[in-house]
T-cell receptor, first 113, second 112 residues
Framework: DTAVSQTPKYLVTQMGNDKSIKCEQNLGHDTMYWYKQDSKKFLKIMFS???????INETVPNRFSPKSPDKAHLNLHINSLELGDSAVYFC????????????FGEGSRLTVL | DAKTTQPPSMDCAEGRAANLPCNHSTISGNEYVYWYRQIHSQGPQYIIH???NNETNEMASLIITEDRKSSTLILPHATLRDTAVYYCIVRVAGTSYDKVIFGPGTSLSVIP
C-alpha cells in the first residue's frame, strides 16, 4: 500500500489554465505538506497543514491554494498557470512526535507550455 | 538559507563505504540531525536521525561529533542503487517541518 499517494503523476497544460494535484496519506499523520522542486533541484516548502492550521511560505504566489477536506488529504490548486510553475510537486506527511519522519509521495511533474 | 552545508558531489566505489559529511555548526540543543535521500525522479526517503549519540539502522550509520557541529552518514557497503542525492537537515523534535530548509544536498555516485 502506498503511504503517500498523489495524482496525477504527470500533468501537461497550457499557460493560463487552472489545475489541481491531489494527495492522500494513509499513515494517520497529523501534518501534511506541499513541496516544489524546480529544475535546479532545490526542494522548497510551499505549505504545511496541521489540524486545520495552514502555514504558508510567504514566497508562494496566491495563485496556489491548498485545500484539505480532512486530515488524510491535502490537495493543491493552481490558478492561471505560468511557465515558471513548471516543476515537480511533492506531497509529504509527518507526525509531530519525536521521531517525525517525513514521508514523501512520488511527485507530480507539472509542465506548463 | 539551510542550516547545514554539504559537499555538492562525491564518488564511491561499489562495495566500499560511502562517508557523507555534513556541517551544522549553528545547531541548537533541541535540534536533531536527519538524513534523507532522493533517488532520481522519486520522492525523498528518510534514512536515519540522531541527537548526539551515534545511530545505526538497516540502511546506514550516523556519526555525530561530540560538539554536534558536524555529522557523517555512512553507507557501509555502497551499491549502485545508493546513487542518489543525500540531504542533511536539522529539525526541532516534536515540531512540523515547515521551518526546515533542504539545501542542495550531496549527489553521491556509486561507481562499478
Amino acid at each position: 500500500d502506498t503511504a503517500v499517494s498523489q495524482t496525477p503523476k504527470y500533468l501537461v497544460t497550457q499557460m493560463g489554465n487552472d489545475k489541481s494535484i491531489k494527495c492522500e496519506q494513509n499513515l494517520g499523520h497529523d501534518t501534511m505538506y506541499w513541496y516544489k522542486q524546480d529544475s535546479k533541484k532545490f526542494l522548497k516548502i510551499m505549505f504545511s497543514y496541521n489540524n486545520k492550521e495552514l502555514i504558508i511560505n510567504e514566497t508562494v504566489p496566491n495563485r496556489f491554494s491548498p485545500k484539505s477536506p480532512d486530515k488524510a488529504h491535502l490537495n493543491l490548486h493552481i490558478n492561471s498557470l505560468e511557465l515558471g510553475d513548471s516543476a515537480v510537486y511533492f506531497c509529504a506527511s509527518s507526525l509531530q512526535g519525536l521521531a517525525g519522519e517525513l514521508f514523501f509521495g512520488e511527485g507530480s511533474r507539472l509542465t506548463v507550455l | 538559507d539551510a542550516k547545514t552545508t554539504q559537499p555538492p558531489s562525491m564518488d564511491c566505489a561499489e562495495g566500499r563505504a560511502a562517508n557523507l559529511p555534513c556541517n551544522h555548526s549553528t545547531i541548537s540543543g533541541n535540534e536533531y540531525v536527519y538524513w534523507y535521500r532522493q533517488i532520481h525522479s522519486q520522492g525523498p526517503q528518510y534514512i536515519i536521525h540522531g541527537l548526539k549519540n551515534n545511530e545505526t539502522n538497516e540502511m546506514a550509520s550516523l556519526i555525530i561529533t561530540e560538539d554536534r557541529k558536524s555529522s557523517t552518514l555512512i553507507l557501509p557497503h555502497a551499491t549502485l542503487r545508493d546513487t542518489a542525492v543525500y540531504y542533511c537537515i536539522v529539525r526541532v523534535a516534536g515540531t512540523s517541518y515547515d521551518k526546515v530548509i533542504f539545501g542542495p544536498g550531496t549527489s553521491l555516485s556509486v561507481i562499478p
